[in-house]
């Protein structure tokens, strides 16, 4: 009997870290860190993974910036300083774009 509780603990833990690290995505972890840290509140997890997979798309260095800040956050204002960080970060590298492609057109 005691081994039989042992290899369900076990394979209970295992389970849990294959769900988190493998099966979840970066941005959903740091999400759902970001939820717990404000206090989670319905639909906020899901809307935080629409808006920085979206963010992800334009600008993948943004993107991980922000799953590295959010690790590292201790508190909600951390957390949110590292979602307009990763924000603005994205917006720049859009203005850096566009002013290039200004200057390529003066140029021709």
Do not use: P, W, Y
């Not at 993948?60 to 603005?88: I, R, T």
């Not at 590298?93 to 140029?107: S, T």
């Amino acid at each position: 009997m005691k081994k039989l509780l042992v290899f369900l603990i076990v394979v209970g833990a295992v389970g849990f870290l294959v769900h988190r690290f493998v099966l979840t995505s970066a941005t959903e972890r740091s999400c759902q860190k970001l939820a717990s840290l404000c206090g989670d509140r319905s639909g906020t997890v899901e809307s935080c993974v629409r808006g920085m997979s979206d963010l992800g798309k334009t600008n993948k260095e943004a993107a991980s910036k922000f799953d590295s800040c959010v690790a590292d956050a201790k508190s909600c204002a951390a957390g949110a300083g590292c979602m307009v960080g990763a924000g603005l970060s994205a917006a720049g590298g859009l203005l850096n774009d566009f002013m290039k492609g200004v200057g390529d057109a003066v140029k021709k």
